[in-house]
């Protein structure tokens, strides 16, 4: 069974930079898919950030995507986010999952980490 | 790129149905068949209910189903159940490995 699960710092101080990991088990992030983060502030919707191809293709929303960086590392079978430059904004519930290419279908997600932005 | 616009709300008795809309552009819901439909209960991870516009993964009841019409794709809910009470977004590819979502719809069983 595919499995992701989300860690890093729940507190980052405004102007800093955010940092995620999402472990992946079950499955070989070197076999296939597209994985990405998707984040919820509190009380709204989903929002797609990026995703990574595991040979390093990186898609990155356009409005997100001056601020982000997401890389793989294969020898972990996990893959990061980073966000620099970090607002109140930027507090959200952030999940990863695992993504169809060409479709987005994201069929199995982390359980999600909240992040806040706060000094 | 604007998100896809999905009513805040939607509700139903139990046993009725009750149709949810997702809106789009020909850019992104009406220029691919890459429609997904996820179900967020308070606290959890969203769950995928409708892929590909009309797919239905293992384990999903078919009384959730999908479908879609020019730029605008549609989840309908039937024989409502109490435990289909929940919040529902919808998502598209819109070109170049671009992902769209919904803004999410509350679905309320009366």
């Known amino acids: 069974q595919v499995q992701l699960q989300e860690s890093g710092p729940g507190l980052v101080k405004p102007s800093e930079t955010l940092s995620l990991t999402c472990a992946v088990s079950?499955?070989?992030?070197?076999?296939?898919?597209?994985w990405g983060w998707i984040r919820q502030p509190p009380g709204k919707g989903l929002e797609w950030i990026g995703s990574?191809?595991?040979?390093?293709?990186?898609y990155y929303s356009p409005s997100l995507k001056s601020r982000v960086s997401i890389s793989v590392d294969t020898s972990k079978n996990q893959f990061s986010l980073k966000v620099s430059s970090v607002t109140a904004a930027d507090t959200a519930v952030y999940y990863c999952?695992?993504?169809?290419?060409?479709?987005?279908?994201?069929?199995?997600w982390g359980q999600g980490t909240l992040v806040t932005v706060s000094s | 790129q604007s998100a896809l616009t999905q009513p805040p709300s939607a509700s139903g008795s139990p046993g009725q149905s009750v149709t949810i809309s997702c809106t789009g552009t020909?850019?992104?819901?009406?220029?691919?068949?890459?429609v997904s439909w996820y179900q967020q209960h308070p606290g959890k991870a969203p769950k995928l209910m409708i892929y590909e516009v009309i797919k239905r993964p293992s384990g999903v009841p078919d009384r959730f189903s999908g479908s879609k019409s020019g730029n605008t794709a549609s989840l309908t809910v039937s024989g409502l159940q109490a435990e289909d009470e929940a919040d529902y977004y919808c998502s598209s590819y819109a070109g170049s490995n671009n992902l769209l979502f919904g803004g999410g719809t509350k679905l309320t069983v009366l």
């Open positions: 079950g499955y070989s992030i070197s076999s296939d898919y597209y």
């Open positions: 999952a695992r993504l169809v290419p060409t479709t987005g279908t994201a069929a199995y």
């Open positions: 990574i191809y595991h040979r390093g293709s990186t």
């Open positions: 020909s850019s992104d819901v009406g220029g691919y068949n890459s």
